[in-house]
């Protein structure tokens, strides 16, 4: 009988997996596939689910957000395991399940997951560090670092917005450096995204992007006028910010490899998590994880 591990975080979204896991137990089991379960805990290192983890399981499977999708495909890359992965999303934004276009119901997403073959799809690579969905700095993207995850959890998506609101009452500048093939910029900005999926909190931003295309989608929001932020908003709410001509407010570019360095006292976020200090050497790694349940 084949065996998978099953690794979930009972936290996410809004703590509704728990309800399904029997069901989900009942699909592998009546599928010829033996559960091992494993439950992560505040107070338990990651590390402990992947003890016993090894070439004699047919798969993985990493049910959460972002943030632990992010954290299970690190230690997974770190113990040099290359086994398929299934993912189930329950988390408030589920970006890089989005990006993939997963089934969300779990017992769905099983389903898909045992019938399908595994589709191998690029990470991002930042400082050593992999990310799934997407690196950035400046307003707005430490925002899920500052919400209570039990409040998170109680009042889902709505808290993104409104502490971007509270952001969004103190804009400023930041001064950036980059460094790629394809440009060079040194200037002021409000945002920077490298993204590996399509969406940040469920916004569309790099709608142009493929997890499977061996680059990566640079987003930068330089420095602007008041007034002139007004039409980049609304060709954001639009979906049309990477193809209009914003007299060069944004910067967009795809790449292989791009260094980004900053003067200013400025944090990272990668995946939703706290990520490392300026600069940072983000590389797109091609074909770096066999993906089970997605249909492009």
Known sequence: MKKVKFIYNPNSGEKKLASKLDSIIRIYQRNGYTVIPYRL????????????????YDHVVFCGGDGTIDLMVNELKRRNINLP????PSGTANDFANALGLEHDPEEAVKKIISSKPKKIDLGKVNNKYFVNVASAGMFTDVSQKINNDIKNSFGRITYYIKGIEEARSMREFHIDVQSEETCYSGNMYLMLVFNGKTAGNINLAYKAEVDDGYLDVIIFKGMPIPKIIPVLIGVLKGEHLDFETD?????????KVRIDCDDDLGTDIDGEKGPGFPLEIECVEDALDILGVEF
Do not use: C
Request: hydrophobic share 35%; no cysteine; aromatic share 14%.
């Open 248 to 256: 060069n407010e944004i910067l967009y570019f795809k790449t292989k």
């Open 85 to 88: 992965v299934g993912i189930i």
């Open 41 to 56: 805990d505040y107070d338990i290192p990651v590390s402990s689910s992947f003890k016993d983890l090894d070439e004699s």
